[in-house]
């Protein structure tokens, strides 16, 4: 315990936030309080100078998540093509690790708009015409709070994936839910809660072989 906080609890929590597309139970519903619960939790999260442009549309009208799983799948499949042809080597030799997360991928494409809640984190401007540092600022704003949306919903027993193919098709997907023109999308999460029993943390690299001290390539 440090300062109030759990530490094993808080780690725990953080490591083992995962993507979930497998254990997605979309056959049961999803209390609208549960995801306004969530949703008050991201508002803690920080925006730059305070400005809190977000805006987060819960989509849970079958019509319209049927309609943006549709724009989703359509968008994957096109991203997934170009990954094929962008790099078809890397597609010859899959071990069986990398296999079982394309199977979750094209498994959650197919059933994207199953999902009981479709949310859609966006910024109340258009991101795309700012500067670089101004993006920076304005996806760093939007972002933490997604994130502490996923984890917040974990702590609930609901599992969501971090997905963005859908932009490809952005203007689409704006039009199903009446997104205004200079708004900005950027991650759309399936909510659902989670089958199965815990998750485990993921294999990762050592921390060490991806830090960097005060020189780009110096390791402590």
Do not use: C
């Given at each position: 315990m440090t300062k109030g906080l759990d530490l094993e609890i808080c780690d725990k929590l953080l490591t083992t936030t995962r993507s979930v597309r497998l254990r997605l139970d979309f056959s049961r519903p999803v209390e609208p309080q549960v995801i306004e619960d969530c949703i008050e939790i991201a508002l803690q999260g920080p925006s730059s100078t305070n400005t809190q442009l977000w805006q987060f549309v819960v989509v849970t009208d079958a019509g319209k998540?049927?309609?943006?799983?549709?724009?989703?799948?359509?968008?994957?499949?096109?991203?997934?093509?170009?990954?094929?042809?962008?790099?078809?080597?890397?597609?010859?030799?899959?071990?069986?690790?990398?296999?079982?997360?394309?199977?979750?991928?094209?498994?959650?494409?197919?059933?994207?708009?199953?999902?009981?809640?479709?949310?859609l984190f966006c910024i109340t401007e258009n991101c795309t015409e700012l500067p670089l540092f101004e993006q920076a600022g304005a996806y760093g704003s939007i972002l933490p709070a997604a994130w502490s949306f996923m984890l917040a919903a974990r702590a609930r027993g609901l599992g969501s994936c971090?997905?963005?193919?859908?932009?490809?098709?952005?203007?689409?997907?704006?039009?199903?839910?009446g997104i205004p023109d200079g708004v900005t999308q950027t991650v759309l999460l399936p909510v659902a809660y989670y089958k199965g029993k815990d998750f485990k943390s993921a294999a990762r690299n050592p921390a060490s072989t991806v830090t960097h001290w005060n020189t780009w390539g110096t390791q402590r």
């Open positions: 998540r049927a309609a943006l799983g549709k724009i989703y799948k359509e968008t994957f499949d096109i991203y997934w093509a170009e990954s094929i042809a962008a790099n078809p080597e890397a597609f010859e030799n899959i071990t069986p690790h990398t296999q079982r997360m394309i199977d979750s991928a094209q498994y959650l494409a197919a059933h994207m708009g199953d999902a009981p809640v479709l949310i971090w997905t963005t193919v859908h932009l490809k098709k952005a203007a689409e997907a704006a039009a199903v839910v």
